[in-house]
């Protein structure tokens, strides 16, 4: 357990427990692991298909806090489509251990690949991208 919650890994989910709301949000989206709970809301503004500013809140456990910080980090100045193919890359890397790690934020969550059932909690907050609706 004291591979898996270091202070990388910890510091990323801080990242999301201490971000600021956005006064001008354009979209919203919600998504839930109803299997542990994990909830995660997010808001964006979105300009000329780019994310310009975003926000996060994570409701779970410090797993989902990390995804939610590394998607807080990963996530200005793309399209959700970027950030949709971010996630999948995210995924795939936490799911085969011949891939090499898509983003090197992403690090600190090495020794979450061990352990397949904590996956989704990991990359619920890049979810998101294809939950987005106007505000």
Same mark, same amino acid.
């Given at each position: 357990m004291? @591979? $898996? #919650? /270091? @202070?990388? *890994? *910890? %510091? $990323?989910? +801080? &990242?999301a427990k201490n971000a600021k709301p956005?006064? +001008? %949000?354009?979209?919203?989206?919600? =998504?839930? +692991?109803? =299997? !542990?709970g994990d909830r995660i809301t997010a808001s964006i503004t979105l300009e000329d298909d780019v994310i310009t /500013? %975003? #926000?996060?809140?994570s409701r779970g456990c410090a797993l989902c806090e990390a995804g939610a910080g590394l998607w807080l980090k990963s996530c200005v100045g793309h399209s959700l489509h970027d950030l949709e193919n971010i996630g999948a890359s995210l995924h795939a890397w936490l799911q085969d251990d011949s891939q090499l790690c898509p983003l090197e934020k992403a690090a600190p969550l090495e020794p979450v690949r061990a352990i397949k059932n904590r996956h @989704? !909690? =990991?990359? $619920? %907050?890049? /979810?998101?991208?294809?939950?987005?609706?106007? &505000?």
């Amino acid at each position: 357990m004291d @591979k $898996l #919650y /270091q @202070k990388e *890994l *910890l %510091a $990323l989910a +801080n &990242i999301a427990k201490n971000a600021k709301p956005i006064e +001008n %949000a354009t979209h919203i989206a919600e =998504v839930n +692991n109803p =299997v !542990c709970g994990d909830r995660i809301t997010a808001s964006i503004t979105l300009e000329d298909d780019v994310i310009t /500013q %975003a #926000y996060i809140r994570s409701r779970g456990c410090a797993l989902c806090e990390a995804g939610a910080g590394l998607w807080l980090k990963s996530c200005v100045g793309h399209s959700l489509h970027d950030l949709e193919n971010i996630g999948a890359s995210l995924h795939a890397w936490l799911q085969d251990d011949s891939q090499l790690c898509p983003l090197e934020k992403a690090a600190p969550l090495e020794p979450v690949r061990a352990i397949k059932n904590r996956h @989704k !909690c =990991v990359t $619920l %907050a890049f /979810q998101t991208s294809p939950a987005f609706m106007p &505000i």
